[in-house]
Each structure stands twice: as C-alpha cells, then as structure tokens.
C-alpha cells in the first residue's frame, strides 16, 4: 500500500492566492519599467507552474482558479511583449491564454485577452481586427456586472474605432466608458490586470481619440487631467501619456513646447531602456515633427535622442 507521504500533495486556496501575488508583482514591475524579456519569461514561468499544479490532487473550483492564474500569467507574457514590441510572439502567447481563460470558465481572464488583443492589432494598424476585438471585449459577461469592465471594454472600441477612421462611433464609444466608469466602484478589489484602469487611464485614452479624430486642444486637456490624476506606479504611463501631450501640443502648431514635453518623457524613463511600443510612439513623434517643424528643429531633436529613442 502506498504510504501516507506519497500521495500527491493536496492544493488549495492558498496556493491559488501565492500565484495570484506572484502576477500581481509582475504587474508592478510592468508599470514600473515596461515591457521585457525577463518579465515575459517570468511570466511563463509562473504559468508554468500553475499548470505543474494541475498533476495534484484539487477540487474542481481550485483547478478551475489554476487555470485562471496560468491564463492570467500567460497574458501578463503577451502584453510584455506587446509594449516591447515583440508582436508575433505576443500574438502566440494570447493564443494561448485565450484557451486557459476558457478552460477556466473566467470571463475576467476572458476579457482580459480579448482587451489584449485589440491592442495588440492597433499596433499592427489592424484597426479592423481591433475593433472586432474590442467587441468580444464588450460581449464577455463579466462586462454586465462591472461597470469598471464594461467601461475599459467601451473605451477600447473608442480606440479602435477613432484609428479605424469612425469619428462618430469612436465619440459614442468614449461616452459609454465615461457613464460606465461613473457608475463603478474603483476601490472595490479587482484583478491584478485591470487595477491599472480608472480615471487617469480613461482620460489618457480620451487623449489618443480626440487627437485622432482631429481636435487635439482636447486631447492636450485630457493628457493633462491624466497625468494629474496618475498614482506615482505607474512609471512607464506617466511617460507614455507625456508624448501623446507631446503630439497633441505639436498637432496645434506649439512646437517648442512640444519639444519640451517629449524631453520629460525621456526624463521619466532614464535608467531604463525605453520599451518598443514607446520608441514606436517616438517615432510618430519625430515623422510629424518633421512634417510640421522647419528641418533645423527637426535635426536638432533627432540628433539630441536618437541613440535613447532608437536603441531597445
């Protein structure tokens, strides 16, 4: 008879819960210096791990929450990726963590890829398939119940729409995350993933449609209002919103401030090389300041940041 000792050891709750602050600090780390390639493999690692678990002895809700935390893990991997800019290994990962999230019966992971994924199409300039994303978003169930989720998913088709060329359906969309948003409660617990969305976010996203749709002294006032309202954290947005200030001062023809403002984001982000989704954001940055600025500015900035702006 096998002995006491050698039956595979019982998990609970509580390992559930170590793996959930073990993405949770991934997370952290995210907000703080972007993504990379160490985080992506951590991430996978913890994956891993939760999976590893399966082979012990669980009830069916606690397997059902391991899945959960490795689809959560694997996510965390893509979106490393995706603001290094890593987009096909990206795509492989929410591959993969779409199947957890559903073996695992989750809409919160759910949602979470889906969210995902339509950034990760907007970064290939998929607005089709961005949107059609975003819509997924929007139709997981978890969004009937939150309004904190229901209001990201709204302000991701307001994205997705406003790059799609949609002026109109872009503006409906930010309107819904607006009431959606005012109706959740931002204190209560969430996932680890979705913390990062609140107030400074809606309004740093508001920035990128009201630029795109063509009114960029809104998209100034919004990016201002999101970097007065962003928690200290959150390093990497802090920089990211300052050049979409950068380009919406530069798209009303103030280009000295302009100027000023892309060398804070720089200033921000010292000690750290500069993830590839915020070089690409640079990049925008320079090919419009380029068009709109006489060619000594645009010389002189690009001779300035070139090796930070342009090295991973």
Known sequence: MASQNSRPQRVGTSDVIRLRDSVKALVQLDAERGGHTALERAALAGADEALGLQRRSATQRVRQR?????????????WSMIDAGHLDTAGKHLDRALTLAGMSHDPDMTMQVWNLRAMLARQRKDFGEAVTAAEAAQATTITRRSPLHASLAHAR????????GDRRAALRSLGRAEDALGRSDVSAPQSSWIT?????????????????VGDPAQAEAASYRALGALPDAYRRNRAHTTVRLALAQLHQGDVEQA??????????????????????????????LITLASPHVAYEWTDRYRTEWTTA
Do not use: K, N, W
Not at 266 to 286: C, K, V
């Open 66 to 78: 391991l899945y959960a935390v490795a689809s959560d893990f694997v996510s965390t991997a893509a």
């Open 259 to 288: 100027c000023a403002t892309s060398a804070d984001a720089f200033e921000i982000m010292a000690g750290d090389p500069l993830p590839g989704r915020m070089r690409q954001l640079l990049g925008d940055f320079h090919r419009d």
């Open 157 to 164: 088709a307001a994205v997705s729409l406003a790059h799609a």
């Open 196 to 212: 990062f969305y609140g107030p400074a976010e809606l309004y740093s996203l508001t920035a990128i449609v009201q630029d795109l």
